[in-house]
C-alpha cells in the first residue's frame, strides 16, 4: 500500500518548537520532490516549505527563518522543524510528494498543530 503518514503535530505554545515526520511506505522518496502544506478551518490549503530531490529548498516569507524541511533518504522519512511558532500557525499540517519522473504524487492524511497558550 502506497501511502504518507505524519506525525508529530500537537499542542504547543507560542514561541515553543515542534517536529513533524512524514514517512512514506510502499514507495521510495529518493525521486520525489517533497512539501508540507497546512490548511486552516475556512482557508485554503498553503504550502509552507519544498525539497527536491536534491535537496534544495524554498519556503515562503509567512515562515522563513522559523520553518526547516530535510529529507533522510535511507529513513524514506521528510521532516519540519517548526520554531518560534505561532497562534497562525494553528492548522492541519500535510505531507505531498511528486514524483520528477512520472508526476505521480501522493498527500498524507495530516496532523493538528495547535499553538496556544
Given at each position: 500500500q502506497l501511502q504518507l503518514v505524519e506525525s508529530?503535530?500537537?499542542l504547543v505554545q507560542p514561541?515553543?518548537?515542534?517536529?513533524l515526520s512524514?514517512?512514506?511506505s510502499g514507495f521510495t522518496l529518493d525521486d520525489y520532490a517533497m512539501g508540507w502544506y497546512r490548511q486552516a478551518p475556512?482557508?485554503?490549503r498553503d504550502v509552507v516549505?519544498?525539497?527536491s530531490s536534491s535537496g534544495s529548498t524554498n519556503y515562503p516569507d509567512s515562515v522563513k527563518g522559523r520553518f526547516?524541511?530535510?529529507r533522510d533518504n535511507a529513513k524514506n522519512t521528510v521532516y519540519l522543524q517548526m520554531n518560534s511558532?505561532?497562534?497562525?500557525?494553528?492548522a492541519v499540517y500535510?505531507?505531498?510528494a511528486v514524483s520528477a519522473v512520472t508526476w505521480t504524487n501522493y498527500w498524507g492524511q495530516g496532523t493538528q498543530v495547535t499553538v496556544s497558550s
Open positions: 508529530g503535530g500537537g514561541g515553543g518548537s515542534l517536529r512524514c514517512a512514506a475556512g482557508k485554503q516549505a519544498r525539497i526547516t524541511i530535510s511558532l505561532k497562534p497562525e500557525d494553528t500535510y505531507c505531498h
